[in-house]
């Protein structure tokens, strides 16, 4: 597989980890999540209101 997937996946996950932390939400968490579902864990994030 190219390793251009694995970058962009492993950004994304940090990118939701800042945005959960923005929300209030623990970011490690997220970002475990965020490897496993990518995408759709974005999603969700964007749409859950903050704490």
């Given at each position: 597989m190219d390793n251009g997937y694995f970058v962009g996946w492993g950004s994304l996950a940090l990118i939701n980890a800042g945005l959960a932390q923005g929300k209030n939400r623990?970011?490690?968490?997220?970002?475990?999540?965020?490897?496993?579902?990518?995408?759709?864990?974005?999603l969700i994030l964007l749409f859950v209101e903050k704490r």
């Open positions: 623990t970011g490690f968490n997220w970002f475990i999540l965020s490897l496993f579902i990518g995408p759709i864990a974005t």
